[in-house]
């Protein structure tokens, strides 16, 4: 059987399946994008950046913000909620460059675009930003409709790894969760969007491996808020899920939480490092056993360069910047 390919760049045909995985829920368009791919020059992320920003600014232009209530609440949900979701697909490839202005704008666009759809729920979610070790961490708690403090239900906390957004899992699993009788918390933790387009006067922050800095912060806080804000929240039975990377973060966080109920690993990584290096080619894998970090950097730094594949250009542009890192050497 000959897979079907939805774009001649592997890669972007694995960005695009990802995308429409989100229509489901409301964070896309199946049409909408098929007729972008033609459009989308293989290997190039400029060509990438370009289409797809320039689908989320047609999206939005299909409706007046200054007169947004006139509209049905699911009109104005739809289109900024699938506006929101194009304009953070358009900025995945952007990350060679940690100060490109285009990151920085997407991100300001699809919170912003997320923000005033979450507006148009029927019950909306609640941002919160929760003070840790390391910074505030933000997220959003949506209350399933059957919750009340009489009737409290139990939450899932959903967390991404390598390269989610807050923002799509509640597409890709939230909806789903809140139809089935769970209220649903999304965060970011470092190494994540919001820790890595921070306010001006704070730094970025890259990925740790200790996530239970990042759990126990948001679980005491719906504890501390159960008898107020957040009564409506059963919390003997507040679960953690993750997926991918995300997977290994939620189990490392769950073996140092234990007022977690349950504990939800979806394409778990064991070791990120090991996935990654057998990935790369022999010769890096060769340095790396060597001990060469000079050699090892050197071959690293290649993979960024246009002529190779799109998949190792992006894992070496978003490697460095999802870890913060300075070399090769230093991510792996």
């Known amino acids: 059987m000959t897979d079907f390919q939805l774009h001649p760049d592997k890669n972007f045909h694995y960005e695009i399946l990802r995308s429409l995985g ?3 829920y409301s964070g896309s368009d199946i049409q909408e994008q098929l007729a972008l791919m033609p459009q989308i ?7 990438w950046y370009n289409e ?9 232009s299909t409706i007046d913000t200054s007169r947004l209530s006139e509209y049905s609440p699911v009109t104005v949900r739809n289109v900024f909620f699938r506006a929101s979701h194009y304009f953070w ?15 920085q704008s997407a991100f300001s666009s699809w919170r912003e675009c997320f923000k005033i759809a979450n507006a148009h729920l029927p019950i909306p979610g609640q941002f919160i930003e929760v003070p840790a070790s390391f910074g505030q961490i933000p997220m959003y708690i949506f209350r399933t409709p059957d919750a009340s403090a009489t009737r409290p239900k139990p939450l899932i906390i959903l967390g991404g790894g390598f390269d989610n957004n ?6 890709v699993f939230g909806f789903d969760v809140l139809e089935r009788g769970y209220s649903v918390l999304i965060y970011n933790g470092p190494g994540q969007p919001s820790f ?7 730094p970025r922050q890259g990925f740790i491996h200790d996530w239970e800095r990042v759990v126990t912060p948001i679980v005491s806080h719906i504890l501390a808020q159960h008898s107020t804000s957040l009564s409506y929240i059963d919390t003997s039975r507040i679960a953690l ?13 769950a073996a140092f939480e234990s007022r977690l109920a349950a504990l939800i690993c979806i394409d778990g990584v064991s070791s990120l490092h090991a996935s990654l290096l057998t990935g790369m080619p022999a010769a890096i894998q060769e340095a790396w056993a060597a001990g060469d970090k000079v050699r090892f950097d050197a071959l690293f730094a290649e993979l960024s360069l246009l002529s190779n594949s799109t998949a190792q ?3 070496h542009d978003h490697g460095l910047f999802a870890f913060q890192a300075e070399s090769g050497f230093e991510f792996f």
């Open 41 to 47: 020059e293989p290997g190039d992320f400029d060509s």
């Open 22 to 24: 989100t229509a489901r």
């Open 313 to 315: 250009r992006w894992m």
């Open 52 to 60: 797809w920003s320039g689908l989320a600014k047609r999206v939005l």
């Open 166 to 171: 807050m923002e799509e899992l509640l597409h």
């Open 241 to 253: 899920l993750g997926m991918s990377l995300g997977g290994y973060l939620a189990a490392r966080a």
């Open 196 to 202: 890595l387009h921070p306010p001006q006067s704070q």
């Open 89 to 103: 697909v358009s900025e995945f490839f952007l990350h060679a460059k940690w100060n490109d202005s285009r990151s």
